[in-house]
């Protein structure tokens, strides 16, 4: 039946360009944003999901920042336990030679004392941004070095803890003597006992410092494998997009000749009135 009032074949053909035009926005909008998903309303529950991750790259952000600076304050106090090491080393050679009776104790002690002078300086000097864990004001070094996430959602924080190695007091460089020889022969145990906290003091630097360093680069992979699945959540596969958008753009023409035909359709019924 055929009617003036009612045009069920133009309504028909409005519905369908209205759903062509609206699929062709959405396309339009994930090609402009390069999201499939770029709010809610897109997909509230995967929206939802990718914020929170989103939330944590952020974090691991700030993480990998404060990893950064604790490396660098371990590295440089690693460099001078090292440093002084090689010095308690160089007095150790001085103490042997000492040991003798025909050398120049007065000579030596002035080298000896030069180079406690110096593993003095190089302790006061292994510093970064103000944290030494050389010296007994440093203390130790707390680092931020994850957020963990439960199944309930609920987030801690896990840091690193490097101890200080205190050598301004363990090590005690008024024990060498080479004033003489039998005084430079007590000293060798001391000068010992001095170069072995030394090692084992920069050993646990070192220990500390590679323990850092694998968590930088653990955050720095995990931070890309988030953002690399937040974009699986999110992102518009573009070629796909191009492709529908091109199908949308055809549909549309024909859904506006449809209109078009289906309005028309009124005029023929004037023909019968001829």
């Given at each position: 039946?055929?009617?003036i009032l009612?045009n069920?074949?133009?309504?028909?053909?409005?519905?369908?360009?209205k759903?062509?035009?609206?699929?062709l926005s959405?396309?339009?909008?994930?090609?402009?944003?390069?999201?499939?998903i770029?709010s809610?309303?897109?997909?509230?529950?995967v929206?939802?999901?990718?914020?929170v991750?989103?939330?944590?790259?952020?974090?691991?952000?700030?993480i990998?920042?404060?990893?950064s600076?604790?490396?660098?304050?371990?590295?440089?106090?690693?460099?001078?336990?090292?440093?002084?090491?090689?010095?308690?080393?160089?007095?150790?050679?001085k103490?042997?030679?000492?040991?003798?009776e025909?050398?120049d104790?007065?000579?030596?002690t002035a080298?000896?004392?030069?180079?406690?002078?110096?593993?003095?300086?190089?302790?006061?000097?292994?510093?970064f941004n103000g944290?030494?864990?050389?010296?007994?004001?440093?203390?130790?070094?707390?680092?931020?070095s994850?957020?963990?996430r439960?199944?309930?959602g609920?987030?801690?924080?896990?840091?690193?803890?490097?101890?200080s190695?205190?050598?301004?007091?363990?090590?005690?460089?008024?024990?060498?003597?080479v004033?003489?020889?039998?005084?430079?022969?007590?000293?060798?145990d001391e000068?010992?006992t001095?170069?072995?906290?030394?090692?084992?003091?920069?050993?646990?630097?070192?220990?500390?410092q590679?323990r850092?360093e694998?968590?930088?680069?653990?955050?720095?992979?995990?931070?890309?494998a988030?953002?690399s699945?937040i974009?699986?959540?999110?992102?518009?596969?573009?070629?796909?997009?191009?492709?529908?958008?091109?199908?949308?753009?055809?549909?549309?023409q024909?859904?506006?000749?449809?209109?078009?035909?289906?309005?028309?359709?009124?005029q023929?019924?004037?023909?019968?009135?001829?």
């Open positions: 039946m055929s009617s009612t069920n074949s133009a309504m028909v053909a409005l519905q369908t360009l759903s062509i035009n609206s699929n959405q396309t339009q909008s994930e090609i402009s944003t390069g999201k499939s770029s809610a309303k897109d997909n509230s529950a929206w939802a999901i990718s914020k991750m989103e939330s944590d790259v952020s974090g691991f952000n700030a990998s920042d404060s990893l600076l604790g490396q660098a304050t371990v590295a440089v106090a690693s460099a001078g336990a090292e440093q002084i090491t090689d010095l308690l080393t160089q007095m150790k050679e103490v042997v030679a000492a040991t003798g025909n050398v104790h007065a000579k030596i080298d000896v004392t030069e180079l406690k002078n110096q593993i003095t300086s190089v302790i006061d000097a292994s510093q944290a030494n864990l050389l010296n007994t004001a440093g203390g130790d070094v707390t680092i931020l994850s957020l963990d439960d199944a309930a609920a987030v801690t924080a896990s840091n690193i803890t490097v101890a190695v205190d050598f301004e007091a363990g090590l005690d460089l008024t024990t060498i003597d004033s003489s020889a039998a005084n430079a022969d007590t000293s060798l000068i010992e001095l170069i072995q906290a030394a090692v084992d003091g920069t050993a646990a630097l070192g220990a500390s590679k850092v694998d968590q930088g680069n653990f955050v720095s992979k995990l931070t890309d988030m953002k699945g974009g699986a959540l999110v992102d518009a596969d573009m070629e796909e997009a191009s492709a529908r958008l091109q199908a949308l753009q055809v549909q549309q024909l859904g506006v000749q449809s209109l078009s035909i289906a309005n028309q359709g009124a023929s019924i004037l023909s019968l009135f001829r």
